[in-house]
């Protein structure tokens, strides 16, 4: 049975003790930061702050990339167009001096082998430098002794005649200043002893020469009547070793004003 009205009930026994769940949660409103209205002003203005200076330092960023670039590229072309331009010149200029060298230097090399040429047919000519070719051999022989050098310079000059460009008569070069000349011992051709077997080298058109020598009532006949045994031979390939000395300077010399304005040949002294 319970107490008297109005007393606690003793019989009831102790309160029981709140659930966990009721104590986190508790425990959770008493640490959450209690944010007052001006602090939530503050945020906000701060946040919208932030936000603009960001917009702001992007949209200046890719303005000012965004024209320097165009700046860039406009510089970078120009300077490309006139680069090209440039070098395109350099290049032209080139070719023109390539071309001018090689004409230069073609008609230099022309001219050193027209020089060369010129300067071999004239030692040819003088009889200072030794020569081959075609050409013909004539071996005289003359046991009597009966072929004078009246004789050999007119089989010499047969051959000239013909076309020969270089002669020789045994080990004596033949030129345009060569004598001959009879001696006791033999013929002497520019002051060299020839003796027989007479041997003419000639060069030149082998079968021109033949012909000009075998000619009916020509130097063969005539070397024949003398009691000489005269052989013509065509050889593709005549070689000529003997010179002729270098010719001594005489009185006259090159005329180095011949082709100045106002030079005059004088034809006398009176």
């Not at 009889?127 to 051999?137: D, H, K, N, R, W």
Request: aromatic share 2%.
């Amino acid at each position: 049975m319970g107490g008297p009205a109005g007393e606690p009930d003793r019989d009831q026994g102790p309160p029981a003790p709140p659930s966990a769940r009721l104590v986190r949660r508790r425990l959770a409103s008493a640490l959450r930061p209690r944010a007052t209205r001006g602090q939530v002003l503050a945020g906000l203005l701060c946040a919208a702050l932030g936000f603009a200076l960001v917009v702001q330092l992007q949209a200046t960023q890719e303005s000012g990339l965004a024209q320097l670039r165009e700046a860039d590229l406009v510089r970078a072309v120009d300077d490309l167009g006139e680069q090209r331009q440039r070098l395109q010149g350099e290049l032209t200029e080139l070719r023109d001096t390539q071309r001018s060298l090689q004409a230069e230097g073609d008609q230099r090399a022309e001219a050193l082998r027209s020089q060369q040429a010129a300067e071999d047919a004239q030692r040819l000519l003088a009889g200072t430098a030794p020569a081959v070719g075609p050409g013909v051999t004539v071996s005289v022989v003359d046991p009597d002794g009966g072929v004078s050098a009246v004789r050999l310079l007119g089989t010499v000059q047969e051959l000239r005649d013909a076309g020969a460009e270089v002669l020789s008569v045994g080990d004596a070069r033949v030129v345009a200043r060569t004598d001959f000349t009879d001696t006791a011992r033999g013929v002497e051709v520019g002051g060299t002893l020839v003796t027989s077997p007479f041997t003419i080298r000639a060069i030149g058109d082998p079968v021109r020469l033949e012909a000009t020598i075998g000619i009916p009532g020509g130097v063969l006949d005539l070397l024949e009547s003398e009691g000489a045994t005269v052989l013509v031979q065509r050889r593709d390939e005549v070689r000529i070793t003997a010179t002729a000395p270098e010719p001594a300077p005489g009185l006259a010399r090159p005329d180095d004003e011949a082709g100045d304005e106002g030079s005059s040949g004088d034809a006398g002294d009176g």
